[in-house]
């Protein structure tokens, strides 16, 4: 089994941005077949509000290739909002979509999800 993972994140002193970028590459071979995987990611974050509110953006695309199959895809895209209500106390409002388009271990089989969350999170 071989895995390999990188990530870089950038935070601006300047205006209230972070962005990144990640990548995992992973390729596991047995007696009964072989599989690759690929993820590459990008995710922003920007602060307003004096950092009380925190909107970010996360895009990926994974990629799982199985032996005598052609690859299954997925995107996925989080959009999330960070609200502190109170020192120690959130809200979070969170809406993801994901599309897996299946190779031929499904063929012509695709999923899209809708998630949306809510929630609240006290710290201690």
Known sequence: STSINAGYNIVWSAFPLNAGIMGMYLLNETPDMDMSLYHLGITLRY???DDRLSPSLLIT????????FTADHRWRVNLRANYKLREKMDLRLGYSFSNYTYGSVRPDAITNEHRFQLSIMQRF
């Open 61 to 68: 695309r994974t990629s799982i290739d199985r032996e005598a």
């Open 47 to 49: 602060r307003l509000l």
